[in-house]
């Protein structure tokens, strides 16, 4: 990832794409912390497809190939993933209190509303419509998070036949079909995934 910010490219929201190019002039603090808030109060499900879509195709604070390789240190480091990386997005683009403004703009309106949304569902959990209205939620957040696992998969089908996918789905088989372990998993994708990396960019 570049630490130094491109120039911009056209605001029109519907000429944006994951492809759209450069990425934008960055975000003055507040204006960070209004879109991370945004991000958290409109995350159901999980704020993986909203964070794509703020800061990628409207914003164009990275390219779709950042947010990816971002998203994917993220995902092996300690911790919830899209919490570390707003961490590291806010690091990224103003420092030390990017990372600050950027934790608490993610964290700070979820606690609240799930507190208030705690209290309720200890009274009223077992009622039957709202069970219902749960299920019908749980499968939209399901529809969202594969929506934006097919956008993330863009990137690696561009440019050709490439190693990419094939990691991908063979990660797939050996977790989500065979139930083999994830650290084992891990040990032995990690590092055949920077070898073939870094045999592809010599």
Known sequence: MSGTPRSATPTSEASLSPASGPAAKPPTVI??????????LCGFGGVLAWSRRMIVDLRQW????????AY??????????VVNFSVVFGSRIRGPVGAVVAFIGLLAPPMAIVTVLGVLYAHFGNVAALQRVLAAVAAAAA????????K???PL??????PGPFVALATFVAVGLLRWPLPWVLAVVVPASIAIAFR???
């Open 62 to 69: 990275m390219t779709a190939e950042e947010f990816n390789e």
């Open 31 to 40: 204006a960070l912390f209004v879109s991370i808030v945004l991000i958290s």
């Open 143 to 150: 529809g969202l998070m594969i929506g934006t696992v097919g």
């Open 200 to 202: 592809a960019r010599r």
């Open 152 to 154: 993330m998969a863009e």
């Open 72 to 81: 994917a240190l993220c995902q092996f480091l300690p911790g919830p993933n």
């Open 157 to 162: 089908l561009r440019g050709g036949l490439n």
